[in-house]
């Protein structure tokens, strides 16, 4: 219960079909990104919420569940476990280790498996700032070259 009341994301997750091995290596990814990923039985993580007045029902979910709790926002946790859930891909391209979907703590809101699919595909957040920054900077250096150029041509009197 106490993972809970630090954690701003809960990520869950199938983890059936991947190996122990490669599970400690999900494991320490995450604890260097400031998440640790624990299986804990779908009822006691229930009642947990329920004690914590969260609504939310881990029992929904037919599978084996593993849990990430995260201290961090979506967007730092979703890209590690998405490359991950890649890299464990089966020789058939079948999932093993299946993202089911996450629980923001402080909005309440539980976000699907492909929403947090979505966001782990994104760049890091100072890519997209870098991005945003060329976008808003590409037409003004486009202006004052137009300026420049024109103030050449001019002739002098």
Known sequence: MEAIKKSELMLFADFSGVSVSEISRL????????????????????????????DFNPEQFDSQLGTVFSSKDISVIAGPVYRFSRETLGANKKERFKILGAFEVAAKKFLSGEEVKAIGQLPPREVLLGQLMGAISGPMRALLYVMSERGKSTPTS
């Open 27 to 54: 494991r320490k990814t995450l604890r260097d990104a400031g998440a640790k990923f624990t299986v804990i039985k779908k009822k006691l993580l229930r009642v947990a919420f329920q004690k914590l007045g969260l």
